[in-house]
């Protein structure tokens, strides 16, 4: 099977952004802001935009001998942690140019901006290559935290030379919001998004970002859910996403925001069906007892009185498909898919 140049650069985009946010893994952020240039540098703020399909372009400078951009991160970056840019030269970067070039890291604090570490763009830090483009991804480990980064580019080989810089990225620490979990579930109305924290500190909100297989880097705000604040209590959220277009793949993360407006990202999760589920059905309808559900996001279901007030609770299994609503009283149900909310009216027979 052939598949296009186009379709294995979006692949690999997403995979960059998938290894920017494991489920489990340590939180990733990246930079949001441009706090120093010099030399010759174009599109500077969209090396700090959040976005890998974006880049700044830095040109070597003959005049000063060199070009610099550094970006800063809404939080502190851990020591220990990896850090780096995504970056992509437009030619096969030889030693002599690697020895022109470093990723140096500085920490602010008020009005005081104090270096920290150097990095000299040697082989050992191109740790993968994510498109056939061209794109790196060079890291490092960092010996202390910090909140700034900057790529230094001042080799004289290297004139007429251009850097696409994509994102610069670090580990969060610590981390505002400790997610357990974070899924999306096709369903009728919509993609139902649902996640789990198991701690939150000084959160404010959750904005829920959507992207497509056309561009899975490109994610889109569009809702909010409010979030617990401070609590070492394990919460659950849920949010429908009903404008969501069926028969299209869609891929969705958190941007956690505290009380500080300092924002870090969670998983992505994937919705790989090519078109939403079918509606909740359950027969035979009416029932005297055994009741085979079709068209539920889960194996969970709620049955509800006619009021809507809730009578059991019940759940299916591969090796026991139906629920068993025997012992009901004859009369009027509803049938709730707890993934989704969704429910269908049945009748229990005598």
Not at 64 to 73: A, Q, W
Not at 291 to 320: K, N
């Amino acid at each position: 099977m052939y598949y296009s140049p186009l379709h294995w650069l979006r692949t690999l985009l997403l995979l960059a952004c998938l290894c920017l946010s494991l489920p489990g893994a340590a939180q990733i952020q990246y930079a949001n802001k441009v706090v120093l240039e010099d030399g010759i540098v174009s599109n500077n703020s969209r090396a700090a935009d959040g976005n890998l399909a974006t880049n700044a372009i830095v040109k070597p400078s003959l005049v000063l001998g060199y070009t610099r951009l550094r970006v800063s991160f809404p939080i502190t970056a851990a020591a220990g942690k990896e850090a780096g840019m995504y970056i992509r030269p437009n030619i096969l970067i030889s030693a002599a140019l690697l020895g022109g070039a470093t990723l140096n890291t500085f920490y602010q604090d008020g009005a005081t901006t104090t270096p920290v570490d150097s990095h000299v763009l040697s082989s050992n830090l191109l740790a993968l290559q994510i498109d056939a483009s061209g794109i790196r991804r060079i890291s490092f480990t960092p010996t202390q935290s910090f909140n700034q980064i900057e790529l230094v580019f001042f080799s004289v080989l290297a004139l007429g030379q251009d850097i696409e810089i994509y994102e610069a990225f670090s580990t969060v620490a610590p981390l505002p919001v400790v997610l357990t979990s974070f899924r999306a579930t096709a369903t009728p109305a919509g993609v139902a998004l649902a996640w789990a924290t198991a701690s939150e500190r000084n959160a404010d909100q959750f904005v829920i970002e959507r992207a497509t297989a056309a561009a899975p880097c490109s994610f889109r705000a569009i809702g909010r859910v409010q979030a617990a604040g401070t609590t070492a209590q394990a919460r659950t959220y849920q949010y429908v996403d009903a404008g969501a277009a069926p028969g299209t793949q869609h891929y969705y993360r958190l941007r956690q925001l505290d009380h500080d407006g300092i924002a870090t990202f969670g998983p992505v999760a994937a919705v790989q069906a090519t078109a939403w589920a079918t509606k909740l059905l359950a027969y035979p309808n009416p029932t005297t007892g055994p009741l085979t559900v079709a068209g539920a996001a889960g194996p969970s279901f709620m049955v509800l009185d006619y009021l809507g007030r809730p009578v059991r609770r019940a759940t299916t299994t591969p090796s026991q498909p139906q629920l068993d609503v025997s012992g009901l009283p004859a009369g009027p149900y509803f049938l709730q898919d707890e993934a989704t909310g969704q429910r269908v009216k049945v009748v229990k027979a005598n």
